[in-house]
């Protein structure tokens, strides 16, 4: 991921170093100053730290005078297709400027992003596939707290064995979601 500036109406942008940047390129994919998915985990082990917030700062003193466009941008390509960017409270406080994302658009242009409270709403579609001579799939049905219920029977005998599929159907995101499912016997 980038900041970047235009002097130009977006024509053309400068990617500006912050102190959380690298221009480490071991790939020879990257643009030039960049935020790797690891950021604020110097001094940690990199490899196993989860990504923390940080308060980046970036110099913007060569655009003084000058109208600018600002942007952050974050390439991927179909190969690799990570969780994205987060960013929060933009401030250029010699200009009085300050933007608390949570607080609307602000001017800023959300194109390819998405706006959002931290959390995406999740629902699931349960089902369960019952092997035997004949295999079917039955769906599981839903409540409004995602929460539902299916009764295998003969299972071990009329029913080989059954495999519940559970898929998590929030929209634009690949992250993991959670749930519980419990198997409990049931008498006849």
């Known amino acids: 991921a980038y900041i970047e500036v235009s002097t130009d109406g ?7 170093p912050g102190r959380y940047t690298t221009d480490t390129n071991p790939t020879g994919n990257s643009f030039g100053h960049a935020y790797t998915g690891k950021s ?41 297709n990570h ?9 250029i406080p010699e200009l009085g400027y300050f933007y608390d994302v ?28 019952e092997l035997d ?7 599981m049905e839903l409540d409004q707290r995602q929460e539902g219920r299916l009764v295998v029977r003969g299972l071990g005998e009329e029913v080989e064995r059954a495999v519940l599929v559970v898929s998590g159907l929030a929209p634009v995101t690949t992250e993991l979601a959670s749930y519980e499912y419990s198997i409990v016997p049931v008498e006849d």
């Not at 700062?57 to 942007?71: A, H, K, N």
């Open 10 to 16: 977006g024509r053309t942008w400068d990617i500006l």
């Open 102 to 129: 949570e607080e609307g658009e602000g001017g800023w242009v959300a194109e390819g992003f998405i706006r959002t409270d931290n959390v995406l709403p999740q629902r699931f579609l349960v089902q369960l596939i």
């Open 83 to 91: 969780v994205g960017l987060c960013v929060d409270d933009i401030a």
């Open 133 to 139: 001579s004949e295999p079917r799939v039955r769906r």
């Open 40 to 80: 604020g985990v110097e001094g940690r082990d990199s490899e196993t730290e989860e990504p923390i917030w940080i308060k980046e700062e970036v110099d913007l003193t060569p655009y003084v005078g000058q109208e600018v466009l600002i942007r952050f941008e974050y390439i991927t390509d179909d190969a690799v």
